[in-house]
Every structure is written in structure tokens, then in C-alpha cells.
């Protein structure tokens, strides 16, 4: 097993990265995710041969006589074969350059990438011969050590390609006041699979179930009869008191870190009563606590009742 050593936390200028390298396995959404950068004002540069990463810095170290560009995203992946095993060494030597450099690693299930080159009809750049899953799991494989030196790995599997993209420009726009972190709190049901890309998941399926009220049934926790359903019991309150304590106690020290963005998931069974009343709850009292933070709802409409 692989040593963790801890991350230097990646200089930044307004909070925004100076370069992100973007990765991950094919069929994840690297193409999207390098124009959603390229949104963001970000030189991108597809398929950049690892062994030039040190030569490309010269252009963006500071006070270089070279430097010609702010803000870069740099797209590797498996094209690159016998050279993704110099990707750490280059890694370290671009952050040693004075760089703020932000890995981003991109996967999706097996079921998710079978599908999407299905739908396209694209050769997989690691199949030779052995069959679309067989490559899927190889590059898997390959990437491995990649995936290790990630600073955030997002699970695309039920990502569009809008979805996304508004992701990635929420997390990495540059409109941000300089020290600030961005805190998500994401409803979700369990029983339609959990998020990929979490810092935290709590769980409520220990509060009354509103499913079980026919009258509430074809509600979400939107509405304010389940919300006052919800607050009348009193396991309500002592969990909202509970999770408000400890991310007041863990979101700054995330933030000292260098931690830039904080994905907080609200579980239940379907993800439409009680994980929504609650992440709407929890996102108001975090910003009451002075926190940047932001609700969503990922299957609130998935359960809804005809």
C-alpha cells in the first residue's frame, strides 16, 4: 500500500489554481470539463506531453522573463502510455517551480463508460483487442497512481455534460473573494447510489419518514407541510444542532488546508423528503455562521409522484 504523505496546499491567486492538470479515464468528461475551463479564461492544452510539463512552466513561473500566461489546464491521460509513470516527479517539480497546481481526476462505473462509447462509437485508446470493459478496467488499472495524486476526484457517472460544466464553474471561477471557500451541501436518496465526490456524508434515515404520511407521500421536502412535519419531531433539531456544531468545528480547519471547495452529502432513503429538508436547513445555517454555501438537489425529482 502506498504511503499517504500530506499535500502542500496549492498556491493560488484569487483562490483560482495557476495551473489544473485534468485527468482521468476516458469517456469521463475530460473534453467538457477542458472547455468549461476554457470558459474560465484558462490556456488549455490537450494531450501535453508529461516529460514537456517543466518546459511549459517557464511560461507561467513567476517573474520569468518567459511567462506569457496567467492560468493554464493541461489535459493528461492514458494517450500518454509508458510516460505516466514520470507524472509525480513532474508534479513535484512544477509546484517546486512556485506553481499552484491543482490536480483534477475524473472517473465514472463501468456501466456509466460502457454506455457513453456505445452512444459514440468511439474506439477506448486502451482497447486492443480484449473488448470495451476489459479496457475500461485496464486504463482503471493504469491510472491508478494518478488518481492517488488527485486533490479532488468527481464521479461523473450521473453528471451531463451541463451538469458538469456548472460544476466546474462554480468551483474554479474567478469571481471569488480571494480566501474564501465554497461550501455544497447535496441532498441525494441512497437507494438511486451515493455521490463519488464527497468531503462528508451524513445520513437521516433516522428521522420519521414523511413517504410513510399519504397526505405528505407526493410532497418533497420542499414543501412546507413536510417541513413543518419534520420540525415537529424533535430528532429533527438535535440533528440539524449536531451536524451544524461539527462542520462549524470542521470547515475551518478544511479551509486552512487550502481546501477551496467542500461537498458536505444529506442521505435518505429516496432522497426527496427528508435529505432535502434538512440540506436546506443546514445550508441556511451555514451561511447564518457566515460560511459560502449552496444547496442542491440531485433526486428530489426522481420520486415524484404522478
Known amino acids: 500500500m502506498k ?3 500530506k499535500k502542500t496546499a496549492p498556491k493560488t491567486t484569487d483562490n483560482a489554481p495557476d495551473v489544473v492538470i485534468i485527468t482521468g479515464l476516458s469517456g469521463s468528461g475530460m473534453s467538457s470539463a477542458t472547455n468549461a475551463f476554457e470558459d474560465l479564461g484558462y490556456f488549455c492544452v490537450d494531450n501535453l506531453p508529461i516529460t514537456m ?21 493541461l489535459v493528461i491521460d492514458i494517450r500518454e502510455g509508458t510516460f505516466l509513470g514520470a507524472f509525480e516527479k513532474q508534479l513535484k517539480a512544477l509546484r517546486a517551480a512556485g ?6 481526476f475524473l472517473e465514472a462505473s463501468d456501466e456509466a463508460l460502457q454506455h457513453r462509447f456505445s452512444e459514440t462509437r468511439r474506439p477506448h485508446p486502451a482497447d486492443k483487442g480484449q473488448g470495451l470493459l ?7 488499472t493504469a491510472m491508478a497512481r494518478i488518481r492517488a495524486e488527485a486533490d ?8 451531463t455534460v451541463h451538469t458538469l460544466r456548472k460544476h466546474l464553474l ?10 474564501s471557500m465554497r461550501v455544497e451541501v447535496l441532498s441525494f436518496g441512497h437507494k438511486f447510489g451515493n455521490p463519488g465526490d464527497l468531503e462528508l456524508l451524513f445520513d ?5 419518514n414523511p413517504h410513510f404520511v399519504p397526505e405528505l407521500k407526493p410532497l418533497s421536502g420542499h414543501d412546507k407541510r413536510v417541513v413543518e412535519y419534520l420540525n415537529a419531531q424533535p430528532e429533527v433539531e438535535e440533528t440539524l444542532r449536531r451536524f451544524t456544531d461539527l462542520l462549524d468545528y470542521l470547515l475551518p480547519l478544511y479551509k486552512r488546508e487550502g481546501k477551496a471547495y467542500v461537498t458536505v452529502g444529506i442521505g435518505c432513503t429516496g432522497g426527496r423528503h427528508r435529505s432535502v429538508m434538512i440540506a436546506n436547513a443546514l445550508g441556511r445555517r451555514l451561511r447564518q455562521s457566515g460560511f459560502d454555501a449552496r444547496v442542491v438537489h440531485r433526486d428530489v425529482k426522481k420520486n415524484r409522484q404522478r
Not at 134 to 140: C, K, L, T
Open 134 to 140: 476489459q479496457a475500461i478496467r485496464n486504463e482503471r
Open 152 to 159: 479532488q476526484i468527481i464521479d461523473t457517472s450521473e453528471h
Open 53 to 73: 510539463l517543466s518546459t511549459f512552466s517557464r511560461l507561467m513561473t513567476p517573474h520569468s522573463d518567459e511567462k506569457v500566461i496567467e492560468r493554464a489546464a
Open 99 to 104: 506553481l499552484g497546481v491543482y490536480v483534477l
Open 3 to 5: 504511503k499517504q504523505t
Open 204 to 208: 437521516v434515515r433516522h428521522l420519521a
Open 170 to 179: 462554480d468551483r474554479f471561477s474567478l469571481d471569488r473573494k480571494a480566501g
